[in-house]
């Protein structure tokens, strides 16, 4: 059983930086189509914030999110990470990561995903913005 295990959450004060880690466990990292990152915040739906497909590496984020996280992979070591810079309020969430084996929604509609889109997910790390 796939299993995603996400950390490096916690807490910062506006314009702060947080390196998200998600390790990837019980199927081989090749298998997977692409990774995503989500994050959800009080009293709103999960969003799409980027992904990666696992085979090529290329990387695609939501158009409210670029410039402002980096998502990237270590094959070796079966672990996505998403860099998150210049962190303001309207960042606190839950952050997610989850995966998909088969066939990745569609890239155009990163910033339109939602949490029916990936089957595979991890408990979530928390990130709290505040000064």
């Known amino acids: 059983q796939l299993q995603l295990v996400e950390s490096g959450g916690g807490s910062v004060h506006p314009g702060g930086s947080l390196r998200l880690s998600c390790a990837v466990s019980?199927?081989?990292?090749?298998?997977?189509?692409?990774m995503g990152w989500f994050r959800q915040a009080p009293g709103k739906e999960r969003e799409g914030v980027a992904a990666i497909y696992t085979g090529a590496g290329a990387a695609y984020y939501a158009d409210s999110m670029k410039g402002r996280f980096i998502i990237s992979q270590d094959r070796a070591n079966n672990s996505v990470y998403l860099l998150v810079s210049n962190l303001q309020p309207e960042g606190t969430a839950m952050y997610y990561c989850?995966?998909?084996?088969?066939?990745?929604?569609?890239?155009?509609?990163?910033?339109?995903?939602?949490?029916?889109?990936?089957?595979?997910w991890g408990q979530g790390t928390q990130v709290t913005v505040s000064s």
């Open positions: 019980g199927y081989t990292f090749t298998i997977i189509d692409c």
């Open positions: 989850a995966a998909e084996l088969f066939l990745c929604p569609a890239m155009h509609a990163l910033g339109r995903w939602r949490e029916n889109d990936f089957p595979y």
